[in-house]
Structures are given as structure tokens and as C-alpha cells.
Nanobody, 123 residues
Framework: QVQLVESGGGLVQAGGSLRLSCAAS????????MGWFRQAPGKDREFVAA???????TYYADSVKGRFTISRDNAKRVNLQMNSLKPEDTAVYYC?????????????????WGQGTQVTVSS
């Protein structure tokens, strides 16, 4: 069973940057598409970004397009580079894996999830 662990969250001022990483253990994620979601207090979990198993296709929510970049650098790690951060980006960020190349925007389609990492952007 794949286990996912996020890291890299923290407190940053508006306009700053953070780089989140998601490390897999217990198995390879090379055949999985991967996604990042976030959940702010009192709000539903929302899609942020996804990347195909090959890394050749990426997808972004409109709210982060042009500021965030998702990448995968091997069979066990997926990254989310977040630039020009805004206070509304404050949330717990989760990575997740999905064994198919469609439905990437829908949290219910994902099978394995990490425990999340807190990102707080101060104004």
C-alpha cells in the first residue's frame, strides 16, 4: 500500500514562495497520476493541481494558474512550487494518487492521500 507524506509547508508573507513535496513509500507512484488539493477552515477540499503519470500533462485550478507549478522528479516524489502566494492560499495542502488519467479534479476519484501540510500566508 502506498503511503504519501507531504512536507514543505509553513508561514510566509504574501508575495512569497513555498515548495511542497510529496514523498511516496511502500510502493511506486510511477504509474499513478498525482494531485494536490487544499482545504481551508470551514470550506470543502478543493482541487489545486494534477500531473499525469508521465509528467507530460499538468492541470491547474484557475485560482492558482500562472503561480503554482506541479512537477514529478522520480517514481516517488511530486512537488508543488507555489509563487506569488496570497492570503487566500492559506489551507492544509494534501497530495493524493489516482490510478487513472481522468477525473483528476475530483477528490473522490483519488485512492491514497497524505496527512496534509499547513500553508499559512500572512498579509
Amino acid at each position: 500500500q502506498v503511503q504519501l507524506v507531504e512536507s514543505g509547508g509553513g508561514l510566509v508573507q504574501a508575495g512569497g514562495s513555498l515548495r511542497l513535496s510529496c514523498a511516496a513509500s511502500g510502493g511506486s507512484i510511477s504509474s499513478y497520476a498525482m494531485g494536490w488539493f487544499r482545504q481551508a477552515p470551514g470550506k470543502d477540499r478543493e482541487f489545486v493541481a494534477a500531473i499525469s503519470w508521465s509528467g507530460s500533462n499538468t492541470y491547474y485550478a484557475d485560482s492558482v494558474k500562472g503561480r503554482f507549478t506541479i512537477s514529478r522528479d522520480n517514481a516517488k516524489r511530486v512537488n508543488l512550487q507555489m509563487n506569488s502566494l496570497k492570503p487566500e492560499d492559506t489551507a492544509v495542502y494534501y497530495c493524493a494518487s489516482i490510478p487513472r488519467g481522468y477525473g483528476l479534479e475530483y477528490a473522490d476519484e483519488y485512492d491514497y492521500w497524505g496527512q496534509g501540510t499547513q500553508v499559512t500566508v500572512s498579509s
